[in-house]
Nanobody, 117 residues
Framework: VQLQASGGGLVQAGSSLRLSCAGS????????MGWFRQAPGKEREFVAAINWSGDKTQYADSIKGRFTISRDDGKNMVYLQMNHLKPEDTAVYYC???????????WGQGTLVTVSS
């Protein structure tokens, strides 16, 4: 199984970015997908998740209302639309795949998001 995250970059506070994660190696539509992030000097934290059918999503309180997770099983893709970015959103963002939104067994390599003030 391979997960390839992309879409990170350097943006100003208040801007938007869309992260993408391409999956391959197993039936993408059968698994939950999640986004996590790790800021410099901090532990990795949960950001958002979407279940296998796409009808249930979960968000961390810190990004609720600003970020939206979605999936396109026809393209084996999961997205994280990030709006109203803040400097504290600066981190390496990772996508992950697993049997439920609470369990992940494969991880992507990460994409760096830097938000300047």
């Amino acid at each position: 199984v391979q997960l390839q995250a992309s879409g990170g970059g350097l943006v100003q506070a208040g801007s938007s970015l869309r992260l993408s994660c391409a999956g391959s190696g197993r039936r993408f539509s059968s698994y939950a997908m999640g986004w996590f992030r790790q800021a410099p000097g901090k532990e990795r934290e949960f950001v958002a998740a979407i279940n296998w059918s796409g009808d249930k999503t979960q968000y961390a309180d810190s990004i609720k209302g600003r970020f939206t997770i979605s999936r396109d099983d026809g393209k084996n893709m999961v997205y994280l639309q990030m709006n109203h970015l803040k400097p504290e959103d600066t981190a390496v963002y990772y996508c992950a795949s697993g049997p439920t939104t609470y369990e992940y067994d494969f991880w992507g390599q990460g994409t760096l998001v830097t938000v300047s003030s």
